[in-house]
């Protein structure tokens, strides 16, 4: 079982580094978050307001559902303190966040969370576990869902094939090259695909994963979104 204090994750440069650079170096992360905000808009909105964001960074995922649903009752988890001190500056004037620290090992095994939920959103989190933690966690979601409810994950994933993984590595190395000129942060990011082995993140295959919802019990499973290695995916409880 992985340990998320023993995660670069738990540090808080680390997690700082990322949430300062991650628009310039997540593949088209606004147009994630934008597919992130039209599934929600289209399925659930103004019927089914309950959010979870499940290693939630910074807010991000969160703060852009409640930029155009002010209704929402949002519940955050995060294993780091840093990530969560952020996300509560970021949500500071919605009155209506709560934040749990907890890693995700911790959730499946205590279970801190009395509630059920309409959406179950995820970004760039579900990685980090391994792919039993990862079925476990798909369950939990789904035990946690309303009838009616979804849960999507914008995530990295492995690539069936080395061929493949090689191919779309370079489309993301491609992808930062051409936005050079405009980067946020003036940082790189050549290297960014070594820094994608990192130790701590373990992807594994969109079948695999899809599969596993499946098992879960989840209705409407289709990968939504892909990218190169970067996918958005996900189902709904029937
Ligand atoms: C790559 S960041 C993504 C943050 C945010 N969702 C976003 O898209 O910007 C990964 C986040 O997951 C959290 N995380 C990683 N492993 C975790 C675990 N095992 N349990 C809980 N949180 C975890 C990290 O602290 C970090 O905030």
């Known amino acids: 079982m992985t340990d998320f204090n023993e995660t670069d994750w738990a540090k808080a440069d ?5 949430a300062e650079n991650a628009d310039d170096f997540v593949l088209e992360r606004r147009r994630l978050l934008q597919i992130m905000k039209s599934f929600y808009g289209h399925f659930l909105a103004g019927k089914m307001n309950r959010v979870l964001d499940l290693g939630c960074g910074d807010g991000v995922l969160t703060a852009e559902l409640l930029g155009t649903d002010g209704s929402i009752d949002a519940t955050l988890v995060d294993g780091s303190d840093e990530m969560l001190k952020k996300a509560k ?4 004037a919605y009155g ?6 907890t890693g995700f090992q911790e959730l499946l ?3 801190p969370l009395d509630e059920n939920f309409d959406f179950i ?11 039993s933690e990862k079925g476990r966690l798909f369950r939990y979601i789904h035990d946690h869902l309303s009838v009616g409810g979804c849960f999507m994950n914008i995530d990295v994933v492995l690539s069936p094939t080395a061929r493949l993984e090689e191919w779309y590595l370079l489309l993301w190395k491609e992808w930062i090259a051409e936005r050079q000129e405009t980067l946020k942060t003036g940082k790189g990011f050549a290297d960014i695909t070594e820094r ?6 373990r992807p594994d295959t969109l079948e ?7 098992s879960a019990g989840f209705k409407d499973v289709d990968c939504f979104y892909k990218y190169g290695v970067f996918s958005v995916f996900g189902g709904r409880k029937g």
Do not use: G, M, T, W
């Not at 209506?96 to 620290?101: Q, T």
């Not at 959103?121 to 391994?130: G, I, R, Y």
């Not at 695999?208 to 499946?214: A, G, I, Y």
């Open 96 to 101: 209506r966040a709560r934040f749990v620290k």
């Open 196 to 201: 994608h082995r990192n130790k701590d993140n």
């Open 208 to 214: 695999f994963q899809l599969d596993s919802l499946r």
């Open 121 to 131: 959103v995820s970004s760039l989190a579900v990685h980090h576990l391994d792919r």
């Open 109 to 111: 095994k205590k279970d």
């Open 89 to 92: 500056e970021r949500l500071k």
């Open 14 to 18: 680390f997690s700082n580094e990322f």
